[in-house]
């Protein structure tokens, strides 16, 4: 996207091109070594780190936890060989201006 990503919508879909070129061919080897169990430990921590900046009330730090967390779900979400998936989890999240 030329000129950058303006709504949430469009920094979304950055952040899945982003991701598509990590799972790429010339992406990262380690984006791609990745699966649904190796990502439980991540999705676990990056969980605790949201509820811990809650607990201290700590707003920029839930912003980047959560942050953290969505790329983490984004992750297993890419992971998912089934398209239907990946299309109805968006549908029901309902991310607005997404593809």
């Known amino acids: 996207m030329s000129g950058g990503a303006k709504t949430t919508g469009e920094k979304f879909n950055r952040l899945v091109e ?3 070129t ?3 061919p010339n992406g990262c080897p380690w984006d791609k ?3 649904f169990n ?3 430990p991540m999705l676990v921590e990056e969980v605790y780190e949201v509820l811990e900046a809650i607990e201290n009330s700590d707003f920029d730090g839930m912003a ?3 942050g953290d967390l969505l790329l983490h779900v984004r992750a ?5 060989r089934d398209t239907l998936f990946r299309e109805l989890f968006f549908l029901r999240i309902g ?3 997404t593809k």
């Open 18 to 20: 982003i991701m598509a």
């Open 22 to 24: 990590l799972r790429g």
């Open 33 to 35: 070594q990745q699966d």
């Open 38 to 40: 190796s990502l439980k």
């Open 64 to 66: 980047e936890e959560l």
């Open 76 to 80: 297993a979400v890419t992971r998912s």
């Open 95 to 97: 991310v607005p201006g």
